[in-house]
T-cell receptor, first 113, second 114 residues
Framework: DVKVTQSSRYLVKRTGEKVFLECVQD?????MFWYRQDPGLGLRLIYF???????EKGDIPEGYSVSREKKERFSLILESASTNQTSMYLC????????????FGQGTRLTVV | GDSVTQMEGPVTLSEEAFLTINCTYT??????LFWYVQYPGEGLQLLLK???ADDKGSNKGFEATYRKETTSFHLEKGSVQVSDSAVYFC?????WGGGFKTIFGAGTRLFVKA
């Protein structure tokens, strides 16, 4: 059974903290993605990676960075958390073909107080 | 740029009613089209897809047809069940730089009453 696993389901962090969200996939996918999901806005792409140590900015990269040191792991970093980063964060992975589906983790609900 | 527009929800139906969720898109290339579903407390999972014009994707009684002339990919089901209550996302994948990216619509929440 294919799996994308996010390290936490729920997180509460303080403003200004550095926050790490981890994602691991076991499908040997080249592509990995981080989205945030907000009501009425759907999923917005933060960053994606198409290979180890490679990354590309998505539509809303400001305030975030990513790391991909191993093929199976893709980390999202909030350098200095702010309240407007309170959201649901979804990790996904896929093969590098346009007509294939993405597989999603269960999401991390992050609250910044 | 590429975009996906889907009907706003929530949509509330009685069990066994007919469902349509409209989805239209704009794309610079020739995209692949998808419907994903998100059940409460879970991540998204693929419901169906279509990769070229006039293709019909189908799964679990849901279906959608890739209409290039109207740039649409409407989701339909003939008889919904309570267990279909979820959020439905229309999405497209299109070429971007040396690869591709996937654009999602805002999502439509469906409530089905017994």
């Amino acid at each position: 059974d294919v799996k994308v696993t996010q390290s936490s389901r729920y997180l509460v962090k303080r403003t200004g903290e550095k926050v790490f969200l981890e994602c691991v996939q076991d499908m040997d996918h080249e592509n990995m993605f981080w989205y945030r999901q907000d009501p009425g806005l759907g999923l917005r792409l933060i960053y994606f990676s198409y290979d180890v140590k490679m990354k590309e900015k998505g539509d809303i990269p400001e305030g975030y960075s990513v790391s991909r040191e191993k093929k199976e792991r893709f980390s999202l970093i909030l350098e200095s958390a702010s309240t407007n980063q309170t959201s649901m964060y979804l990790c996904a992975s896929s093969f590098p073909r346009m007509n294939t589906e993405a597989f999603f983790g269960q999401g991390t609900r992050l609250t910044v107080v | 740029g590429d975009s996906v527009t889907q009907m706003e929800g929530p949509v509330t139906l009685s069990e066994e009613a007919f469902l349509t969720i409209n989805c239209t898109y704009t794309a610079t290339g020739y995209p692949s089209l998808f419907w994903y579903v998100q059940y409460p407390g879970e991540g998204l999972q693929l419901l169906l897809k279509a990769t070229k014009a006039d293709d019909k994707g189908s799964n679990k009684g849901f279906e959608a047809t890739y209409r290039k002339e109207t740039t649409s990919f409407h989701l339909e089901k003939g008889s919904v069940q309570v267990s279909d209550s979820a959020v439905y996302f229309c999405a497209l994948s299109d070429g971007w730089g040396g690869g591709f990216k996937t654009i999602f619509g805002a999502g439509t929440r469906l409530f089905v009453k017994a």
